[in-house]
Structures are given as structure tokens and as C-alpha cells.
């Protein structure tokens, strides 16, 4: 299975945004998330090896 498809549909928006070079400030205004949340979601992409 590919490993993308394990991802919540927030964690890809976050992965999207992380290529485009976006910090954790910018994303968590666009998604309505705290920065602990995405700064979860960049610790689990990590651990994956996505980015």
C-alpha cells in the first residue's frame, strides 16, 4: 500500500504545503489548525520519510 494513502486528508494538505515552502505559521492559518498540530503532522511525515 502506498504510504500516501495512510495519510489523513490534513496531513497531505500539510505535506502539499510544506513542498510549496510554506512554514508552520502560514499553514495552520490555512487549515484552521494550531502550529502543535502541524508541527504533529511534520514529526509523523518525518518519521515516514515523505519529507
Known sequence: MNEINCLTEN???VLEMIKCDLDEK???RRLGISKHTVNAHKVKLEK???I
Do not use: A, V, W
Request: glycine letters at 0%; a neutral charge; zero cysteines.
Open 48 to 50: 515516514m520519510k515523505l
Open 11 to 13: 496531513e497531505k494538505l
Open 26 to 28: 502560514e499553514i495552520s
